[in-house]
């Protein structure tokens, strides 16, 4: 049974090199189920660990390993891809070169997190998941033409991702939910607005839900 955990590991590993060769081949719903799969193997491997017991160094380096692709080398893939369909109509070769620096931003902050923050009591600065799931977000609003394909969105939007990986603000987390359920409104309205949000524009909603993660974090640090 101590084997569970690490395989589970090995899951968001296999599912992280999934993605990246659909999005080689620019089928872009199989890397979808792919990033999807990673998700949930990478919530699994923690609690798995917890169930039987299992502690380790071994662990915590490989959990960052396989970060470091899925949650890493995935996106920096995705901004490649967004700034390939953007150099259909805009000539901006660089554009795509510039999507490796979240994967930079990413790796940095993993090796952040393993050396100062692994006992930090929530998030700070955008994990690395939830900035994919943020990137996911855009290239379905991208497809769905929610956002315009614009050099200058990409570069707003990117900048942003590379910031917020590590940035110095809190970033809304089961780890530091709020023991009462009086002082979760503020999860409750981002629930409810991600939601809302989900029901209109599907996945594409995740570029939205994501960077409001701090504002929650930042309302609950003055309210509460």
């Known amino acids: ?113 393993n050396s100062d923050m692994k006992d930090y009591p929530g998030f700070m600065g955008m994990p690395t998941p939830a900035n994919t799931a943020f990137v996911l977000g855009l290239m379905y609003a991208a497809d769905a033409e929610l956002i315009p394909l614009h050099p200058a969105v990409y570069l707003v939007a990117l900048a942003w991702s590379v910031y917020s990986l590590n940035a110095r603000f809190e970033v809304a987390s089961l780890k530091d939910c709020p023991i009462l359920w009086s002082d979760r409104k503020f999860r409750v309205a981002w629930v409810a607005v991600s939601l809302a949000a989900f029901a209109f524009w599907g996945l594409a909603a995740m570029a939205v839900a994501v960077p409001l993660l701090p504002v929650v974090s930042a309302l609950e640090k003055r309210f509460l």
């Open 1 to 113: 049974m101590r084997w569970i955990p690490n395989a589970l590991t090995l899951g968001n590993v296999a599912s992280g090199m999934a993605a990246i060769w659909y999005l080689m081949f620019q089928n872009f719903e199989y890397a979808t189920v792919a990033v999807m799969l990673a998700f949930v193997f990478d919530g699994l491997d923690g609690w798995a660990a917890r169930k039987v017991g299992v502690s380790g160094e071994l662990g915590v380096q490989l959990d960052s390993l396989a970060d470091a692709i899925t949650f890493g080398v995935v996106p920096g893939f995705m901004w490649m891809q967004l700034a390939m369909w953007m150099n259909t109509e805009y000539s901006w070769p660089a554009l795509p070169v510039l999507g490796w620096a979240v994967t930079l931003a990413s790796v940095y902050r993993l090796a952040r997190f």
